[in-house]
Structures are given as structure tokens and as C-alpha cells.
């Protein structure tokens, strides 16, 4: 056995608790004299340690002989038949077993053990640039892919998750979502907007699975993680965890994400935006060339009827200043003949100022 190295990799994904694993290594070590490395993620092996003794630790916590601090008001007599939240129980899980003894145990194993500890750690950025280099995705993605790659980067750096296996997993994932996109029906106008959105949630979704992100505790923190994650897209969540992808779904949530954020995906330079922002700065000549391209866009349909409220703003400050009210009557008429001709309009939004000429069944 003397001549023999062992090599054990990935001891993270072993499903033995860490003291067999590491009782089975001592034998071999010193009582065969075998030479043995050891190949793992020690800060993956911490959390599945504490995970797994997670059920024993709560059937401890609920014995109620224990005396807990700060309790007086959870644990009165004419309380003892309240059903006891999770939070609670959480709580006493935590007094009775500390994250740092899975810590010092851990350690007390290691040193007792392991020798010598190599650490390696890859220069992942660079490595990962290149992946997207040399990725079949189109060009235009690549360049938003390198352009936030520093993004990714922190990400994964902050929850302790730079694994190259997994980012070529989101790579290979979103290069078959973006292939199914020439069958969905997308506006130009919002085509890179849907795109953005689409590589940022398939990349959150591949790393949360891949990683095993958990829920966090904290209820607070809990409520702020559930509202990120129901704002990404189910589909694609769906697609990285099962490699199933329900393009049906996928267009609906795609159509949702448009009709919510509609108003942010209107350019900048829009001349309803410019003259909204700007007109303050400006000539009258300047803002009377904005009023026409603005009735030129509604008489083109451009503007989707959510948005009629924020394109109306602007009209109404300036005709309070003294601009020709035709200006704003034209846009009103224009909207309404819109509406009428929509067959699906949506409400426009909350800052829309109701006029009294315009119809109910229009409202």
C-alpha cells in the first residue's frame, strides 16, 4: 500500500458525513502509510456539513426543557399552544449550535490530518473572457457579454462561487435561448432591451443553480431575495434547471416585461423625453420642432398608449406657458383615434391627466 498515492477530488460532493470521509483517510494515512491527496472546495464542505445536521439540530431545538434568553414574551404558559413559527425555531437552532462550532470542528479535523494545504485559485476573468470569445453566440451578444463582465465577475466573487465549469454552463445555455429568439415575435425597438434582460437572468438562474443558493434566513433578506427571483423569467429558470424550454412562456414573459418597463425603453433622444427634460433650455423654435415630432410619432402610432401620459406632460407645460393649445389638442385627438383603433390598449399610466372630452369608453 506504501507505494500507492490516493487521490480523493471533489470530496465537497460526497454524500458521507465529513467525519467518515475523513476516519476512512486517517486509516490509510497512518496506519498503511498511503500517501493521500485530497481534492475540495472547503467552504463547500462547511455548508453541506451545517445543512445536513440541520433536521437533528431542529428536533433538539423544540424541546421545550430548554431555558432560551429573551423569551419571556414567546414562551409564557397561556402560550405554550401558539404554534411555533419558523422564525422561532430558526432562532433557537442558532443558540444551540452556532455556525462557528461546524467552523472549529472542521479545522480541529483539517489539522489533525492534512499536512500541507495548496491553495489554488484560477485567474477566472481573463479565462472567462475568452470563453465568450470563442462561444458560437453572435457578435452583439459577445460585446454585451464582455461589457459586463466585470459584473459577473463580483457576483460570483461574492458568493464565493468562481467556478469556470459553471459559467461555461450559462455560456452553452444562453447561446441555445438566444438561437430560439428568431421564433418569438420581439418589436425592434425593444430587441436589446429584451436581449439584456435575457442574458442577466440566465446568468443569475445558471449561477443560483449551479452554486445551490439557498433562501436566506433573515425574513427581511428572505422578502428581498423572493422579489429578485420573481422578477427574473420563469422560463429560463425552468430551461437552466431542467433543460426544458417553453418558448410559448417565454414570449409572455417577454411581452410582460415590455408592456411593464415600456415607458423606461423609449430612447433617450425621443423628442417627447428631450423636450420634457430640456425645454427650459431651449428656444421656442427649438421646442415647437420637438411639439412636431411629437405629433409626427403619434400619427405613426409610435408610442404605445401607456406611455400617452408622460408624452402629454410635456405639452401641458408648455401650453401653460403660452404655447399654441391647438399643439395639445392635436396630440389628444391622435391618442384618442389610437386607442379607438388598439385592439388590446393598455391604461396609460398614473400620470395621465383626464380630459373631459375624451370619451369613457376610450378611459
Keep these: 500500500m506504501t507505494s500507492y498515492i490516493f487521490i480523493f477530488d471533489d470530496i465537497e460532493r460526497c454524500d458521507c458525513s465529513l467525519n467518515e470521509i475523513l476516519g476512512f ?13 485530497l481534492v475540495a472546495n472547503e467552504k463547500e464542505i462547511q455548508i453541506k456539513e451545517e445543512i445536513d445536521r440541520k433536521e437533528l439540530q431542529y428536533l433538539v431545538a423544540l424541546n421545550e426543557e430548554i431555558e432560551y434568553p429573551n423569551v419571556e414574551d414567546i414562551w409564557r404558559d397561556e402560550n405554550r399552544k401558539v404554534p411555533l413559527t419558523a422564525e422561532e425555531l430558526e432562532r433557537r437552532r442558532k443558540i444551540l449550535f452556532p455556525k462557528n462550532l461546524v467552523d472549529d470542528e472542521f479545522k480541529k479535523i483539517r489539522e489533525k490530518l492534512i499536512g500541507i494545504t495548496l491553495r489554488f485559485q484560477p ?14 453566440i453572435s457578435d452583439e451578444i459577445k460585446e454585451t457579454l464582455l461589457k459586463n463582465l466585470d459584473s459577473y465577475y463580483a457576483t460570483m466573487q461574492n458568493m464565493n462561487h468562481l467556478n469556470l465549469r459553471t459559467f461555461q454552463f450559462f455560456l452553452s445555455k444562453l447561446n441555445n435561448i438566444i438561437s430560439s429568439l428568431s421564433s418569438l415575435t420581439i418589436p425592434f ?14 446568468f443569475s438562474s445558471a449561477v443560483d443553480f449551479k452554486a445551490n443558493v439557498q433562501p436566506p434566513e433573515d425574513r427581511i433578506a428572505r422578502i428581498t431575495f423572493e422579489l429578485l427571483q420573481e422578477k427574473r423569467s420563469k422560463a429560463i429558470k425552468q430551461y437552466i434547471e431542467t433543460g426544458e424550454l417553453k418558448i410559448e412562456k417565454l414570449q409572455e414573459e417577454i411581452n410582460r416585461f415590455i408592456d411593464e418597463n415600456v415607458i ?4 433617450a433622444d425621443d423628442p417627447y423625453k428631450m423636450l420634457q427634460k430640456e425645454y427650459y433650455l431651449h428656444s421656442q423654435s427649438w421646442c415647437e420642432e420637438r411639439i412636431t415630432e411629437i405629433l409626427d410619432n403619434l400619427k405613426g402610432n409610435v408610442y404605445p398608449t401607456i406611455a400617452y401620459g408622460e408624452v402629454l406632460r410635456p405639452l401641458l407645460i408648455l401650453e401653460s406657458m403660452g404655447f399654441d393649445k391647438r399643439s395639445l389638442d392635436d396630440a389628444k385627438q391622435l391618442m384618442i383615434a389610437n386607442i379607438e383603433k388598439a385592439d388590446h390598449p393598455q391604461a396609460p399610466n398614473d400620470h395621465l391627466v383626464v380630459f373631459e372630452d375624451i370619451p369613457d369608453r376610450v378611459l
Design 189 to 202: 425597438e425593444y430587441a436589446e432591451a429584451v436581449e439584456y434582460k435575457i442574458v442577466s437572468d440566465c
Design 25 to 37: 483517510i486517517n486509516g490509510l494515512v497512518e496506519h498503511e502509510g498511503v500517501k493521500v491527496i
Design 264 to 267: 423606461d425603453l423609449i430612447p
Design 123 to 136: 485567474d477566472a476573468k481573463p479565462i472567462c473572457s475568452e470563453m465568450i470569445r470563442t462561444s458560437p
